[in-house]
């Protein structure tokens, strides 16, 4: 099992783990002062880990850019109702304590802290004494310190555009902890993004993470990616004014990015990993609305605006809530959550085609447009199609719109063949020229 060991065992990593960031400060630059009573902050950390979250990483000092360092005594301050507070609300959680002083740190493991998360990857003797001496997780980062303080230049000077001297940097940390005797299997390495660097090595850096495991000796599973409301994503996307709430979205396509490549620890404010569970009777109007929503977001130019305005939820939430009323309902519906909210589902069953009735059929696939972009679809997908081969179906098949290029594009990325097959449907008058797609299905694996 590739896990990652902690002081209450080991985190499981064939999965991504979500650890989802609790800052207990006045002044963090997304969501500065909003958890600073410890009875918010457990209401936070319930709705983080109700949205994936696997573990929680509290921070009691600020580290962006121009905010002031705090004494190991205001920030002891801050953290101990908290703690003390999850100790008994949240038995068996694993809780990261974010920062640089060795006496907060070890007081946090007596309170039942499980990791410690240094921004300054360990540089100070007494952190790395504490880190040396115990059993927790680490999470060390590669920073630059000047003066004592970190290092935080104009984002967007002038500056190293290469990934050499980060990566370099994280090596340093890496030979830190081993040479202190650390376990190996105690570490997460953070390529640190925005620490001492500009948009330029941040960028370098992001393209070298599919060589980073390879160019540290280390497994691709034992880092942890960082990025989460960082200005990085807003000036990747090509919008640095991007407030910090609304990068959100971009954070979750990166995410899906780097675990493409085999990463699986990230840090986030918001855990955007999909939820996909079958729907239930009380997901009617929700399903209805998603689907709406998702003709009104994908037809302009293809079908007349009357029809589209005409669509109505009450009506679509009617036959959804007759079809999961069934007590064998004949096709599967797989709703998607994002953050508690459904954003998303895909039906799929029996084919309804003479000419192919052994094979197995996506019927819907529909995504609010905020969702779009961020891999879910290809999840939705995925899942239906994991339970054609589950139902034992030897192919799939889906019909779509001739007009509709995205959908076509999307499924011809993920292996769908178009056939031959053409037919017209009519609605409202309008006539609709749809084609048929194929998919060969591979058996499914013994014992899943």
């Not at 390495?189 to 941040?202: C, S, V």
């Not at 729907?279 to 007349?304: M, S």
């Not at 085609?353 to 905020?370: P, Q, S």
């Not at 779509?400 to 999307?410: G, L, S, Y």
Request: charged letters at 20%.
């Amino acid at each position: 099992m590739t896990a990652w060991q902690t002081a209450i065992g080991a985190l499981d990593l064939r999965e991504p783990l979500d650890l989802g960031i609790l800052n207990i400060t006045p002044d963090s630059f997304s969501d500065g002062g909003r958890f600073m009573d410890p009875a918010r902050a457990l209401q936070q950390a319930r709705n983080l880990l109700a949205q994936g979250a696997r573990a929680l990483d509290l921070g009691a000092e600020s580290t962006r850019p121009g905010s002031r360092g705090v004494s190991p005594e205001e920030e002891w301050a801050r953290l101990e109702p908290v703690l003390a507070l999850f100790a008994s609300a949240l038995p068996g959680i694993p809780l990261s304590l974010d920062t640089r002083h060795a006496e907060v740190a070890a007081r946090g493991l007596r309170l039942g802290v499980a990791i410690i998360n240094d921004v300054t990857g360990f540089q100070e003797p007494g952190l790395l004494h504490v880190a040396r001496n115990s059993d927790c997780g680490l999470i060390a980062m590669r920073s630059r310190l000047a003066d004592g303080a970190l290092a935080m230049p104009p984002y967007g000077g002038a500056g190293d555009e290469s990934a050499a001297g980060a990566v370099s940097e994280l090596a340093n940390v890496k030979d830190r902890l081993l040479g202190a005797g650390v376990e190996p299997g105690r570490i997460l390495l953070d390529p640190g993004f925005g620490f001492g660097t500009t948009f330029g090595e941040d960028l370098a850096l992001w393209e070298a993470l599919p060589a980073l495991p390879a160019a540290l000796d280390w497994p691709v599973e034992r880092f942890c990616i960082g990025i989460s409301r960082k200005r990085f994503l807003a000036w990747r996307a090509g919008n640095p004014g991007l407030a910090p709430l609304a990068r959100d979205p971009l954070g979750a396509r990166a995410h899906l990015e780097a675990a493409a490549l085999g990463y699986r620890v990230f840090r986030t404010h918001a855990v955007t990993r999909p939820v996909i569970r079958p729907a239930l009777p009380e997901d009617a109007r929700a399903l209805a609305q998603v689907q709406v929503d998702a003709w009104r977001a994908t037809y302009p130019g293809i079908l007349p605006e009357s029809l589209l305005a005409a669509l109505s939820v009450d009506t679509s939430a009617a036959a959804f809530a007759q079809t999961l009323a069934e007590a064998r309902p004949r096709w599967a519906i797989h709703a998607l959550e994002t953050r508690g909210t459904l954003v998303g589902f895909a039906v799929a069953g029996p084919c309804r085609d003479a000419d192919t009735a052994e094979a197995g059929e996506i019927h819907a696939i529909y995504l609010v447009k905020e969702a779009w972009g961020q891999g879910l679809g290809r999840a939705l997908a995925d899942r239906a199609l994991e339970g054609l081969r589950e139902a034992g179906f030897p192919e799939a098949v889906l019909w779509v719109m001739e007009r509709n290029t995205r959908a076509r594009h999307f499924y011809e990325r993920n292996g769908w063949e178009p056939t031959a097959a053409r037919r017209t449907e009519w609605q409202d008058g309008i006539a609709l020229r749809l084609m048929r797609y194929r998919l060969t299905l591979a058996p499914a694996a013994p014992g899943l």
